[in-house]
Structures are given as C-alpha cells and as structure tokens.
C-alpha cells in the first residue's frame, strides 16, 4: 500500500458554519464573493447542461440569499446554453442583498415570483428542476410556498439538481428539518453541486439518500483555508489511514505481526466469536487465539483451522493466559453471554494493558452501570475500542441517543475516553479528542446477522498488529464496507472475511 493515497484534506467535511468561514478567508485574500458566486453558478450549469439537452426546459427556484444567488447565475448561463428557463423567486426583489443582489440584477431574461399556481405551470412539461432555494445554511423547517413546492416537485416527477445541498435537509446532521410535531420535507434530488468540500448532511442519513449523485466543484476556495478553519471531520477512506495501516516485511516473522485473542461464548452461541476470530486473522494478525469455555472446545474445535484454541473457563484462566505477553489484542462481547462469568472477565481486561475491542454483550454488561463503565474506561492506559450499534449505544449512553449523531459519537468518545464506532449505513468513528471520521462506502447487504461480529475482528487484528486504535478502526470499518460491495447480493457473515484479501490487494496496487 502507498503511504498515501492523497491529501486528507481532500476528506474533510465542513458543516455549515465551517463553509462560511472558508468563504469569509477566501473573500478577505482578496477573492470578490461575486466571483465566488459566478464560479458556483456557473458549475451549477454545467451540471445541468450535462442532464438536459438544448431547448429543454428548466425551472429555477432562487430563495432569498446565495443559495438563490448561485441559481441566478446558473439561470443566466443555462440561458446561453439555449436551455429554456423559468426563474421562480421566493421573495421579493427588494430583500435580496450583496452578492445575491448582484447575481440577481445580471439575471438575463425575466423571473416570476414563486407560488403554487405559477409553479404547477412552470412544471408542466418541464425536463429538470434546480433547487437553489436554501442549501446547508438552513437551520428551520420548510413552510408555506416553500413546502408547497417540495410537495409539487415531488408529485410532478420532475428530476431535480440540488444547489449545495437539498433544502430541507439540516448540513450539518443529514436531519430533514422539521418542527416539533409533524414531518419534515425536503428535495429528493437526482443530483446535488456542492463547493469546496462536502458537507456532513450529504454524508450521513437520510440528507445522504436525498442528494443523490454529489459533485463537488471547485470555486476558488484554497485547501490552505483548512489549516485555518481546522474542521474535525472527514469521509473515511485510505488518506485517512493509509500511512499507519501495518505493513508485511519480506524478512519478518508471524510474531511480528501480533497475537489477538478473541474471548467466545458457549457452545450453543459460539459461532459469533469463529466469526470474530477469522476477520482478525484475514486483516493480518499474525496469529489468532480463540478462547472458549470448556463446554465450547469441541464444538470450536470442529470448526477451526488455521485459528488456536485455549482453554479459557472463568477469569483466572483468562488471568493467566494474558500472562503471555505474546498477546497484543482481546475481543470480548461476540455472543459470550451475558452473566457472572462476563462480568469477572470484563474486570480482568478492564485492568490488562492490551489493546481491547468490546462489542456485543460486553456492550450490555457495561451499560448496567453506564457511569461506572466509562469511569473505568477512562482509567485504561492501553486503547479501547466500542462498537455499538444504535441500540447498544443507547443502553451504555442513555443521555445522549436523542443527540444528532455527530453530537451523541463526540460526546460518547469524549466521556469514556475510547475510540467509539457507531455502526450504521452512515456509521461514525469518534476519538476521545474530537475527530469523526464518517464512512459511505457501505452496502446495504452488511446489515446482516454476524457482520458486526466481523467487523470486531477485524478492528481486533489491526490493533493486535499496533496499528493506533482511532485509524484501525477506521480502517476496518472501512475494509468491511468494501468487502461487502465486493461480495453484493446474497451476502452472508461467513462470506465477508474471505472477501477481506481482495479488498487488501486493491489496496496494495493502487
């Protein structure tokens, strides 16, 4: 694998407040903000240029500020294009101001102002729709001709391009805005323009299943603002992760690449742990130890090959196991059950300097005492890493599941001093100091009895090789996706850790 595959800044995710700030940097080295304007519109155009053909209609609808600036300037070069453009505006002309004003005032050609009756005209045998209505920087729901619009579009059929981001999706949490009783609405575009950088709303859900296709122009933004602005999330993706991902040395040894112990349940519940145990070896721990209760040898036994297998009863057993140093990883949670011997055994790792992943029942067994849990946590010298699925998470962090996701992941990492992955389509990565990564690469046939299970493993294996635990996890989340858009359809938990070499050879020929 290369060190890098790119620049990370190229992953980074501004959230509204941060995009501003980047326009406010660019204008004061000197950039006119109408530049800016005329840049974006024009990509805008561009964009539509390439989903109509000449003497097509589109219908603009322009809101008051620069989101509806951008469609002004889209507008006018469409128009040049020998597109055929109705320009629909929410306010009136008098309250437009700066930039917008300016965009408006070039406008060649006439505009109409926006209502239902207008709107219901304007989309009769039109072949595209351009929402430059609010973009990111909307922070209420829709309402009134807005609404009415969004609802007409929709029946209509019409395909729609998005400015920025939907209207009606919240850019920094992905959230349809809406009010305290009652549905939100927004745009469910075929396609969104957005500048610079994307935005988390277009990442995470379900703002991610109304942008459609995402196109990111560039409009003279520098990346250097990012050393300014310093934005604390990013898209997941090998320049996150790449430099630190382990490497094979031709002169080294098994050894070197790390010893994980996957702790597993009973006999009848045994399966979830071979799961485990079979991602930390694929992802190239050196090697694998299962650690069964005596009831669960044979039957693990039966089942395994290139994975060894211990005796591992009670916690004095897992006590002096871990005695061998040789051991670099533990993975405890994936179907162990939950009771007496969970909780002996979550109080020997909670006190062991191994690198640990704790999912599943031990997930459970912690959220008993949620307050006590994360206080241990936080003692930890060596790394810890959680990964909860939204019900699991909700148990161990009570106070904070209402939160937007972003918000409820930062806070988890921040209060129990561990690498959080919040599993999900959109699934987030938190560190304790503040950084989220956030992946898309996800297939919709990961959501399956077992994946999680693997995913585990394979954080388990990345660690047991000392990969640091935010990237690893990162990393393995990421791989896991791959592994199941490689595999498609019909993708069972069993499938995925055979799927994991081919992923990593992609990797290493890139």
Same mark, same amino acid.
């Given at each position: 694998m290369r060190?890098r595959?790119?620049?990370?800044?190229?992953?980074?995710?501004?959230?509204p407040?941060?995009m501003?700030?980047?326009?406010q940097?660019?204008?004061?080295?000197?950039?006119?903000?109408?530049?800016l304007?005329?840049?974006? #519109?024009?990509?805008?155009?561009?964009?539509?240029?390439?989903?109509t053909?000449?003497?097509?209609?589109?219908?603009?609808l322009?809101?008051?500020?620069?989101?509806?600036?951008?469609?002004?300037?889209a507008?006018r070069?469409?128009r040049?294009?020998?597109?055929?453009v109705?320009?629909?505006?929410?306010?009136?002309?008098e309250r437009?101001k700066?930039?917008?004003?300016?965009?408006?005032?070039?406008?060649?050609?006439?505009?109409?102002p926006l209502?239902?009756d207008?709107?219901?005209?304007?989309?009769?045998g039109?072949?595209?729709v351009?929402? *430059?209505?609010?973009?990111a920087g909307?922070?209420?729901?829709?309402?009134g001709?807005?609404?009415?619009?969004v609802?007409?579009?929709?029946v209509?059929?019409?395909?729609?391009?998005?400015?920025?981001?939907?209207s009606?999706?919240?850019?920094?949490?992905g959230?349809?805005?809406?009010?305290e009783?009652?549905?939100?609405?927004?745009?469910?575009?075929?396609?969104?323009?957005?500048?610079?950088?994307?935005?988390?709303?277009?990442v995470l859900?379900?703002?991610?299943?109304?942008?459609g296709?995402v196109?990111?122009?560039?409009?003279?933004?520098?990346p250097?603002?990012?050393?300014?602005?310093?934005?604390?999330q990013?898209?997941?993706?090998?320049?996150?992760?790449?430099?630190?991902?382990p490497?094979?040395?031709?002169?080294?040894?098994?050894y070197?690449?790390?010893?994980?112990?996957v702790?597993?349940?009973?006999?009848?519940s045994?399966?979830?742990?071979r799961?485990?145990?079979?991602?930390?070896?694929?992802?190239?721990a050196?090697?694998?130890t299962?650690?069964?209760?005596?009831s669960?040898?044979?039957?693990?036994?039966?089942h395994?090959?290139a994975v060894?297998?211990?005796s591992?009863?009670?916690?004095?057993?897992l006590?002096?196991?871990?005695?061998?140093?040789?051991?670099?990883?533990?993975?405890? #949670?994936? #179907?162990?059950?939950? #009771?007496?011997r969970?909780?002996?055994?979550?109080a020997?790792?909670?006190?062991?300097?191994?690198?640990?992943?704790?999912?599943?029942?031990?997930?459970?067994?912690?959220?008993?005492?949620p307050?006590?849990?994360c206080?241990?946590?936080?003692e930890? *010298?060596?790394?810890?890493?959680?990964?909860p699925?939204?019900g699991?998470f909700?148990?161990?962090?009570?106070?904070l599941?209402?939160?937007?996701?972003?918000?409820?992941?930062?806070?988890? *990492?921040h209060?129990?001093?561990?690498?959080?992955?919040l599993?999900?389509?959109d699934?987030?990565?938190?560190?304790?100091d503040?950084?989220l990564?956030?992946?898309?690469?996800?297939?919709?046939?990961?959501?399956?009895?077992?994946?999680?299970?693997?995913?585990?493993?394979?954080?388990?294996?990345?660690?047991?090789?000392?990969?640091?635990?935010?990237e *690893?996890?990162?990393?393995?989340?990421?791989?896991?996706?791959r592994?199941g858009?490689?595999?498609?359809?019909?993708?069972?938990?069993?499938?995925l850790?055979?799927q994991?070499?081919g992923?990593?050879?992609?990797?290493?020929?890139?």
């Amino acid at each position: 694998m290369r060190e890098r595959t790119g620049d990370a800044r190229d992953a980074a995710l501004l959230t509204p407040r941060e995009m501003a700030a980047a326009d406010q940097a660019t204008i004061r080295a000197g950039v006119p903000g109408a530049a800016l304007m005329e840049r974006a #519109g024009a990509a805008v155009a561009r964009a539509a240029s390439a989903m109509t053909r000449p003497g097509q209609r589109i219908v603009v609808l322009c809101g008051p500020g620069n989101n509806g600036g951008d469609g002004f300037v889209a507008a006018r070069h469409l128009r040049n294009r020998q597109r055929s453009v109705d320009v629909l505006l929410l306010a009136e002309p008098e309250r437009l101001k700066g930039d917008a004003r300016w965009a408006f005032n070039a406008l060649s050609g006439g505009w109409r102002p926006l209502s239902g009756d207008v709107l219901a005209e304007c989309l009769d045998g039109a072949h595209l729709v351009i929402d *430059a209505l609010f973009g990111a920087g909307l922070d209420r729901p829709l309402a009134g001709v807005a609404a009415e619009a969004v609802r007409a579009v929709a029946v209509s059929g019409v395909p729609v391009l998005s400015v920025d981001l939907p209207s009606g999706v919240n850019g920094a949490t992905g959230e349809v805005l809406r009010a305290e009783e009652g549905q939100g609405l927004a745009f469910r575009a075929a396609a969104t323009v957005t500048f610079f950088r994307r935005k988390p709303g277009l990442v995470l859900y379900p703002g991610r299943g109304l942008c459609g296709k995402v196109e990111v122009a560039q409009i003279g933004i520098e990346p250097s603002v990012l050393d300014e602005i310093a934005p604390r999330q990013w898209v997941n993706g090998p320049d996150m992760w790449g430099a630190a991902f382990p490497r094979v040395r031709d002169d080294g040894h098994k050894y070197d690449r790390g010893h994980a112990l996957v702790l597993s349940g009973g006999a009848a519940s045994s399966g979830a742990a071979r799961l485990s145990a079979l991602g930390a070896l694929r992802i190239g721990a050196g090697l694998v130890t299962l650690g069964a209760p005596p009831s669960a040898m044979l039957v693990n036994a039966a089942h395994l090959t290139a994975v060894m297998l211990r005796s591992v009863g009670d916690a004095d057993a897992l006590t002096d196991l871990l005695e061998d140093r040789r051991f670099t990883s533990v993975l405890a #949670g994936p #179907g162990f059950g939950l #009771g007496q011997r969970l909780d002996a055994v979550l109080a020997v790792l909670l006190s062991a300097d191994r690198a640990l992943v704790l999912d599943a029942d031990a997930l459970t067994a912690l959220a008993v005492d949620p307050e006590g849990a994360c206080a241990r946590l936080r003692e930890r *010298a060596a790394p810890v890493v959680l990964t909860p699925h939204e019900g699991e998470f909700g148990r161990l962090f009570p106070d904070l599941k209402e939160q937007p996701k972003l918000e409820r992941a930062r806070a988890a *990492a921040h209060r129990c001093g561990a690498i959080v992955v919040l599993k999900g389509a959109d699934t987030v990565i938190a560190h304790p100091d503040g950084r989220l990564v956030i992946n898309d690469n996800g297939a919709p046939w990961l959501a399956t009895a077992g994946s999680g299970d693997v995913l585990a493993g394979l954080v388990s294996g990345l660690l047991a090789q000392g990969m640091p635990a935010f990237e *690893a996890a990162c990393a393995a989340v990421w791989i896991h996706g791959r592994a199941g858009v490689r595999f498609g359809p019909g993708l069972i938990a069993e499938d995925l850790p055979a799927q994991v070499p081919g992923v990593l050879s992609d990797l290493l020929q890139r």
